[in-house]
């Protein structure tokens, strides 16, 4: 079950793959078949329930291009409660 969820504002991205080098699980990648607007090829997430929420890719990002959202954790009381 995904721990994290990544929202990329694609037409910001320029393609420099930085986000493909750093992302511990690899679920990004460079796009080979569409462009932007401004007519880069921009980063798709592979496989969104392998996000662990980690934001590396929006810690190296040059161009804020991602937005990381992380699913925050329950305290073991009020889990036992549910």
Same mark, same amino acid.
């Given at each position: 079950?995904?721990? %994290? ?8 991205? =320029? %393609?420099? *793959?930085?986000?493909t080098?750093?992302? !511990? ?11 932007n607007?401004? %007519?880069?090829?921009h ?7 392998? /996000?662990? *929420? /980690?934001?590396? /890719?929006?810690?190296? /990002? !040059? ?12 305290? =073991? ?6």
């Amino acid at each position: 079950m995904a721990k %994290g969820m990544v929202v990329i504002d694609v037409d910001r991205c =320029k %393609g420099c *793959g930085l986000c493909t080098h750093v992302c !511990p699980v690899d679920i990004l990648a460079l796009s080979t078949d569409s462009f932007n607007a401004k %007519g880069y090829r921009h980063v798709i997430v592979t496989d969104e329930e392998k /996000c662990i *929420g /980690c934001a590396s /890719c929006a810690t190296i /990002c !040059p161009d804020v291009v991602f937005t990381v959202y992380r699913r925050k954790r329950q305290r =073991k009381a009020a889990a036992a409660k549910a």
